[in-house]
């Protein structure tokens, strides 16, 4: 039994949906937003299998500058959610409506 | 082989530790189940031959970014949600059903790309002379300098961000 690329495949677009449809069923925004780092983490994992598999290291490199990008998002995410909760005094996305037109 | 079983093993945590995130009722246990994903994937990176990812891996997503997400869910004292509520509203069973598609689809393309690449699914352990820390030290300071400094950027930006955003205002 050897593994092969398929397998990365498929458990990178496991990840990556199981991410989207958190995103989608749950009103919490930091459960959300840690849908969205699952996401970003399933691509990770894709870059790494097939820069491995392909004998290349540019594939690590996106994964450096993507956990960079991740971190930073991170940062204004988190402090955007909690000046949120300061104004509107919760974290569920449908009360969050003041964008509403 | 071993490292087959430990690579099956830890994709099946990892799958299993992705939907506990998503379905858990206290964001704290979703941040753990989080944790758990990252550390599987490191174990993934190591056995890839990717070491110095899996440490980054550790070391920014385990270390960094969850236990920012940990401070926050402490700071904003959530409490338990009383039940998870899935009302079946029309766009989120669209929602649902898009992600089904959407994970058909991937796969079936994702199998179709890897099959058209002569020789990818063999599966080489042996990668010496590829010290991959080594490799990607050279490549940021040479090819990628400027990407390398567009990042720092981006890093000061995002830490520049987060303190205007968190100050108190009147």
């Known amino acids: 039994m050897e593994i092969t ?8 677009c496991l990840l990556f949906c199981i991410g989207a449809l958190g995103f989608i069923i749950r ?27 392909l004998k290349t290291t540019l594939g690590l490199m996106y994964v450096f500058f993507i956990m960079a990008v ?10 955007i959610i909690v000046m949120l909760f300061r104004f509107k005094g919760t974290v569920d996305m449908d009360k969050l409506n003041i964008l509403k037109g | 082989m071993i490292t ?17 995130t998503v379905l858990q009722k206290n964001p704290v246990y979703s941040a753990v189940s989080l944790i ?14 990717a070491e110095f990812i899996a440490a980054i891996q550790l070391i920014v997503y385990a270390g960094a970014i969850m236990v920012l997400f940990v401070f926050v ?13 899935i009302e079946a509203t029309p766009g989120r069973i669209a929602g649902a059903i898009l992600v089904g598609l959407f ?7 994702g199998l179709n790309v890897s099959s058209q ?6 599966f080489v352990m042996e990668t010496k002379g590829l010290d991959s820390t080594k490799v990607i030290g050279y490549a940021l300071f040479s090819d990628y300098l400027l990407p390398f400094e567009l990042v720092s950027i981006v890093l000061i930006v995002g830490i520049i961000g987060a303190v205007v955003l968190g100050k108190k205002r009147e």
């Open chain 1, 5 to 12: 690329i398929n397998y990365y495949v498929i458990l990178s």
């Open chain 1, 27 to 53: 009103r919490n925004l930091l459960i959300c937003f840690m849908s969205i780092e699952l996401m970003l983490n399933s691509v990770n994992l894709l870059f790494v299998a097939y820069a491995h598999y």
């Open chain 1, 70 to 79: 991740a971190a930073a998002e991170v940062s204004i995410g988190l402090a």
């Open chain 2, 4 to 20: 087959n079983y430990i690579t099956i093993i830890v994709g099946i945590i990892a799958v299993i530790a992705a939907i506990s």
């Open chain 2, 36 to 49: 758990i994903v990252m550390i599987a994937l490191a174990i993934n990176y190591l056995l890839l031959n």
């Open chain 2, 73 to 85: 869910i402490m700071l904003l004292n959530l409490g338990e949600v009383k039940r998870i509520k």
């Open chain 2, 103 to 109: 994970l058909l689809q991937l796969i079936i393309t």
């Open chain 2, 117 to 122: 690449v002569p020789g990818i699914d063999r």
